[in-house]
């Protein structure tokens, strides 16, 4: 079992900066791929970011955040952090920690909400 905690989350204006953290427990050597999703009243959860653990992989970012955000690992504090800046309006949303593991399972945090005022 893998447990993920987020926060850092909170109210912004725009152009302004937040960084989020995910702190994962439990069965971490396990833990294979960690992604940051959000999803907007309304709509569905989408993909922000996505990290590899180990290896050389590049990390993975939607469109609308690159430039903007950057997804990295905190191994000390086994936390993957998402460092957010020049936040939009239209970056509000819940934002979600997700573990998967080497044998495809998949769990969630309990979501962090970025609001992002104009």
């Known amino acids: 079992q893998v447990q993920l905690v987020e926060s850092g989350g909170g109210r912004v204006q725009a152009g302004g900066s937040l960084t989020l953290s995910c702190a994962a427990s439990?069965?971490?050597?396990?833990?294979?791929?960690v992604g940051w999703y959000r999803q907007a009243p309304g709509n569905q959860r989408e993909l922000v970011a996505t990290?590899?653990?180990?290896?050389?992989?590049?990390?993975i970012y939607t469109d609308s955040v690159k430039g903007r955000f950057t997804i990295y690992r905190n191994n000390a504090k086994n936390t993957v952090n998402l460092e957010m800046h020049n936040l939009r309006p239209e970056d509000t949303a819940v934002y979600y920690c997700?573990?998967?593991?080497?044998?495809?399972?998949?769990?969630w945090g309990q979501g962090t909400q970025v609001t992002v005022s104009s």
């Open positions: 990290i590899v653990l180990g290896g050389d992989a590049s990390p």
């Open positions: 439990g069965m971490l050597f396990s833990i294979s791929v």
């Open positions: 997700h573990a998967q593991t080497a044998t495809a399972s998949h769990y």
